[in-house]
T-cell receptor
Framework: DTAVSQTPKYLVTQMGNDKSIKCEQNLGHDTMYWYKQDSKKFLKIMFS???????INETVPNRFSPKSPDKAHLNLHINSLELGDSAVYFCASSQSLAEETQYFGPGTRLLVL | QKEVEQNSGPLSVPEGAIASLNCTYS??????FFWYRQYSGKSPELIMS????GDKEDGRFTAQLNKASQYVSLLIRDSQPSDSATYLCAVSRGSTLGRLYFGRGTQLTVWP
């Protein structure tokens, strides 16, 4: 009964390719997030959505495009992948924007060759 | 100046000792403070949250907050090898709902 799930778990791809990562939460939460964690463990927010509405859009290349078809799902599409995109991408959710306790998914390990 | 700073470690303590993890933050308006534990290859897991000055205890964990000094710490009593992980400090300003600022984490090793 996974609360926040992500697919795929691992993604190995060539530079220049386009790929998507999917996230689903079954907690009934209103707010979802995408984080990027680099090789030095620094966890940085990329996007957040509240009830399908984009709330936070950090300084992220526009090759990254999030999409929330409904409040239980938040996907991340990446165009023209670059070597520097290699990282672990975590999806998270919280009850609401005001509720700051965030629950993380298992992560997607992206390696761009 | 980074939003949230932590000693990267590694911090190494013997089993049964007290591990002390420290975190400072730059924004005086910060209101909520969190400690996440991240095992190698796993996702961050919330272990403590603290919102007001003083100590908050939960089992072997104690979070301490001093807003005047812009300082938050996590004490782990009776450390166990299973506590070996990276501990991430996260801070919320409150002005931007839903936005957590994370430190780079402190790697803790508890040796038997």
């Amino acid at each position: 009964d996974t609360a926040v799930s992500q697919t795929p778990k691992y993604l190995v791809t060539q530079m220049g390719n386009d790929k998507s990562i999917k996230c689903e939460q079954n907690l009934g939460h209103d707010t979802m997030y995408w984080y990027k964690q680099d090789s030095k463990k620094f966890l940085k927010i990329m996007f957040s959505y509240n009830n399908k509405e984009l709330i936070i859009n950090e300084t992220v290349p526009n090759r990254f495009s999030p999409k929330s078809p409904d409040k239980a799902h938040l996907n991340l599409h990446i165009n023209s992948l670059e070597l520097g995109d290699s990282a672990v991408y975590f999806c998270a959710s919280s009850q609401s924007l005001a509720e700051e306790t965030q629950y993380f998914g298992p992560g997607t390990r992206l390696l761009v060759l | 100046q980074k939003e949230v700073e932590q000693n990267s470690g590694p911090l190494s303590v013997p089993e049964g000792a007290i591990a002390s993890l420290n975190c400072t933050y730059s924004d005086r308006g910060s209101q909520s403070f969190f400690w996440y534990r991240q095992y190698s290859g796993k996702s961050p897991e919330l272990i403590m949250s603290i919102y007001s000055n003083g100590d908050k205890e939960d089992g072997r964990f104690t979070a301490q907050l001093n807003k005047a000094s812009q300082y938050v710490s996590l004490l782990i009593r009776d450390s166990q090898p299973s506590d070996s992980a990276t501990y991430l400090c996260a801070v919320s300003r409150g002005s931007t709902l839903g936005r957590l600022y994370f430190g780079r984490g402190t790697q803790l090793t508890v040796w038997p």
